[in-house]
């Protein structure tokens, strides 16, 4: 048995114009979506008790969390309520303002970049 010699020209892919790299595929690496502080102010109009309710509303907080936060926002003039992805954070907001609106309090509800 006479076994030829294989020339690299005679290889499919190889030696004739084409181009027999190996090619990997990379993953595209996905990056964390930015981040919102919800933040809550104070004013002197907006009874204690409706922001506890708000915070324990919209925000999952239990009723201690919810003083806790609520005495925060009344000493400090704000507190951080929770931080969300752009969407989430965005919807928190309207809906406190729409509900503090349609129980006619001032509460103001805003949001800004972590």
Not at 7 to 14: E, K, V, Y
Not at 36 to 65: C, I
Not at 85 to 92: I, P
């Amino acid at each position: 048995m006479v076994i030829a010699p294989v020339l690299m020209s005679d290889t499919p892919g190889r030696g004739n114009g084409t181009d027999a790299s190996v090619l990997t595929k990379t993953k595209p690496k996905t990056q964390r979506p930015p981040m919102y502080k919800v933040l809550l102010l104070n004013d002197d109009y907006t009874p204690m008790e409706f922001v506890v309710h708000v915070l324990e509303r919209f925000f999952g907080l239990s009723h201690a969390q919810s003083f806790e936060i609520m005495l925060t926002v009344h000493k400090k003039g704000l507190a951080v309520v929770g931080v969300f992805s752009f969407e989430v954070a965005e919807t928190k907001v309207a809906q406190v303002m729409d509900f503090a609106r349609r129980h006619q309090h001032p509460l103001q509800c805003t949001m800004e970049k972590d």
